[in-house]
């Protein structure tokens, strides 16, 4: 949890980690119900993971308010020449279903921030 100035309001901000997992999918829907952001985080190195991206999306769109902000997180920039998810097929994917779109590293810190203030 975290407290942020946000139009000069202070905003509680809870952040889950469900990590994706099969095994809590119908868990995970209750997040979204009353939620304003879904930040989808995948791991740029790991195809497997940008694939259950549309599950994720689903899930949020069926659950969550009309008006949820989403956004779609690249993660482990920091390993570009690991990499099996190019930018672009991120970015595409954000474009086609209306999400904003960056990458970061929860390593390097890069970019961590800027998606708590995103958009």
Request: aromatic letters at 12%.
């Amino acid at each position: 949890m975290r407290i942020v100035n946000i139009d000069g309001k202070p905003t509680k901000l809870q952040i889950w980690d469900t990590a994706g997992l099969e095994l809590y999918r119908s868990f995970n829907k209750s997040f979204y119900r009353n939620a304003a952001v879904a930040i989808l985080v995948y791991d740029i190195t790991r195809r497997e993971t940008f694939d259950h991206v549309a599950g994720w999306l689903d899930d949020a769109v069926e659950a969550a308010p009309a008006n949820l902000t989403t956004i779609l997180i690249g993660n482990k920039c920091d390993l570009d020449s690991r990499r099996t998810v190019s930018y672009a097929e991120g970015e595409n994917f954000a474009k086609a279903h209306g999400l904003f779109f960056m990458e970061s590293s929860a390593k390097t810190a890069q970019n961590v921030e800027e998606v708590m203030f995103y958009p």
